[in-house]
């Protein structure tokens, strides 16, 4: 039918629901419905059919009993033969035949017998009533089209055969009742098409308002999924995550169910930004993302992006230490995807990731805002141990300062600007007070001129990878100032783990020493053994390269931290440089036997020992009773530039 081509030509909607398959529900409700509405019909039907048996007993009584009892035959046969194919659930064209053949059944079954009275008169006005049969093929039951003309043709030709044939009528009565017959069958065989073609049309209306529905949904459920989509990734934004975190934060509190928040930042993205291009610097974050999710998702949490070239991961996971497992394998998979990265200051040339990992757990807080926060200040212990590494969170752990936002820009450009400068601080004698060395304090100041603790941007610096040029530039220019200049025979320069850890670093001291014509023996580097020192390989053999080169590594405010023991046995140090706090408690009993001890152990290894803070005369004296080789403090030198530094 035209309908049919209609569809047809409307062909599929693109990604899922068609037009075709809206029109194709439909038709299985309607052919519910049909089902339905053939039952109650044919039951109807048969109960009117049997009804007419009162008629049969008026008008023809003599073959009444006969007329009567094919009524009832007719109506057993055709409600038996409705139900067993209702009951095994036969195609719903089946039932439609199976009323279609009641129809005529029940129509020839009746006039046979019925013809054989001998009341003509009565049964030739008797006979209107078979145009029922008519009608009801093409008006009462919602035949097919063709199905209905079928069986009224039926019902007519019967007709048409029994008067011209068998019944004994008058030419006047054949033409007359022919006419009606002729025309019931026209008028219902067209009322019959007109109520097929406007349930098609219905039926079309219903399934493209279906269609449009769906569609509208779908528009609906897309630009919901848009706005929880990253515009350049195609991963969840951070109102998808937002949205996720809260889902875990109540499985949490509600059933104890265990998750964990990554944060997970592109190492030195902005100078990648800068080097190769923002487009460069889009398609490299997307790459990295496809390349979270698949790890992520493998692992049933959710990736998103949480600005910037910084990603936040949400994972149902049982044990921290399953969340570490998860955590490296983010990090390798970025590193195994290697694009390539020459503008990165710690000399290594492709791009890769820092992870920060926080665990619920009872202390967590009551807001899940806490447990993002815990995973952030794991990302920045991850930055501050020289990036391309995983840190969990440690309440321990160190928190940046609130202006640390502000440094950032700042430091990239100091040396540029000349905001950072150098002091140098004497390292004297005990036995004679005349100073043998120097160390250099890196110093910062902000535009305005107002000075920035060292304890707030070292840490800014560490974790931003702008230590790495910085740290250079400090061994360059105490190289040139102090060296070169002969203004002292040693000058130290505190160094930071991320440069230990950096490709190439001694390399670079090699570089630097060369440029500037001096001795390797004559630089110190201080190394903190308060900072986090993983006795990483990596990290030894620079420290072994570097005493290649003849420099001097020494340990810096031994005490302070936890790994003093494990680096004095791990390394040679030639010299060892008591943190400030043991001198400064020696005013009680403990402190003194304390710092007594300490000395004791430094002096059996064999060190050069150099005590901190030193700022009287009274402290100068204790140490001078204790045989210490050095000292340093502001009681025997402030740090200066190196100007003012007077060579002894």
């Known amino acids: 039918m035209s309908a049919n081509t209609d569809i047809c030509g409307k062909g599929e909607c693109a990604g899922g629901f068609s037009f075709a398959e809206a ?8 052919d519910a419905i049909r089902r339905r509405s053939a039952r109650h019909g044919i039951w109807f039907a048969v109960a009117v059919y049997v009804a007419f048996a009162l008629p049969d007993r008026w ?24 139900e067993t194919l209702r009951f095994v659930n036969a195609k719903t064209v089946w039932l439609d035949v199976t009323c279609a053949l009641a129809l005529l059944l029940g129509y020839a079954g009746w006039l046979c017998p019925a013809i054989e009275t001998r009341d003509v008169a009565a049964m030739s006005y008797y006979m209107i009533f078979g145009a029922i049969f008519m009608m009801g093929a093409n008006l009462f039951f919602s035949f097919p089209f063709r199905l209905s003309v079928a069986t009224s043709s039926l019902v007519l030709c019967t007709f048409f055969i029994t008067i011209t044939a068998v019944f004994p009528s008058s030419q006047s009565f054949k033409v007359a009742f022919g006419l009606f017959y002729v025309s019931c069958f026209v008028f219902t065989s067209f009322v019959n098409w007109r109520l097929n073609a406007e349930r098609q049309k219905v039926l079309h209306n219903a399934a493209e308002a279906r269609h449009q529905q769906w569609e509208a949904t779908e528009r609906g459920r897309a630009l919901l999924e848009l706005s929880h989509t990253d515009y350049l990734t195609g991963i969840g934004n951070r109102r998808a995550l937002d949205r996720r975190l809260d889902e875990c934060w109540s499985e949490w509190t509600t059933q104890h169910r265990n998750f964990s928040v990554f944060l997970i930042d592109v190492d030195f993205f902005k100078r990648f930004n800068d080097r190769y291009g923002h487009l460069e610097g889009d398609r490299c974050l997307t790459v990295v993302a496809n390349a979270l999710k698949g790890v992520v ?84 212990s991850a930055k501050a141990s020289g990036r391309n590494c995983i840190r969990h969170f440690d309440p321990a752990l160190p928190r940046p300062h609130d202006s640390a936002g502000k440094l950032v820009p700042l430091l990239a450009a100091a040396i540029d600007r000349k905001l950072v400068s150098l002091v140098y601080q004497p390292i004297f004698d005990v036995t004679n007070e005349k100073a043998r060395a120097v160390e250099a304090l890196m110093r910062l100041r902000m535009p305005d001129g107002t000075a920035v ?28 100032e102090i060296l070169m200049t002969d203004r002292m025979a040693t000058v130290s320069v505190n160094v930071s783990p991320i440069q230990l850890r950096s ?88 402190g003194l036997t304390m710092l007594t001890d300490m000395i004791a152990l430094i002096r059996n290894r064999g060190n050069t020992i ?3 803070g030193v700022e009287t005369e009274a402290q100068l004296s204790l140490l001078k009773g204790l045989r210490i080789d050095r000292v340093q403090g502001f009681h025997m030198g402030m740090p200066v530039s190196a100007e003012l530094l007077n060579a002894a």
């Open 23 to 30: 029109r194709a529900s439909l038709e299985k409700e309607n």
């Open 59 to 82: 008008l023809i009584p003599d073959v009444a009993p006969v007329t009567i009892a094919v009524r009832f035959v007719v109506a057993v046969i055709a409600l038996l033969s409705f």
């Open 297 to 380: 998702e493998a692992s049933e949490g959710m990736i998103g992006r949480y600005g910037g070239e910084e990603f936040i991961v949400v994972m149902p996971i049982d044990t921290p230490k399953a969340a570490m497992i998860v955590a490296e394998r983010i990090r390798v998979e970025v590193e195994l995807l290697a694009i390539a990265h020459d503008e990165r200051p710690d000399d290594t040339c492709i791009v890769t990731v820092s992870v920060g990992v926080a665990f619920t757990r009872e202390q967590s807080g009551e807001k899940v805002e806490r447990l993002v926060r815990e995973a952030d200040l794991a990302l920045y």
């Open 453 to 480: 603790s060292p304890k707030i941007f070292i840490p800014v610096a560490e974790r931003t990878g702008a230590i790495l040029e910085l740290g250079r530039w400090a061994i360059e220019t105490a190289c040139r």
């Open 503 to 590: 490709p190439g670093f001694a390399a670079s001291v090699a570089d630097i020493l060369s440029g500037c014509g001096v001795s390797g023996s004559r630089l110190a580097l201080e190394v903190t053994e308060g900072l986090d020192m993983d006795m990483q390989s990596e990290v030894l053999r620079c420290i072994t390269d570097l005493r290649t080169l003849g420099v001097e590594i020494w340990l810096d405010d031994f005490g302070s931290g936890f790994a003093g023991l494990s680096w004095l046995r791990a390394i040679e140090f030639q010299t060892v440089k008591v943190d400030r706090t043991f001198l400064h408690d020696c005013s009680t009993p403990r």
């Open 610 to 612: 150099v005590v901190e």
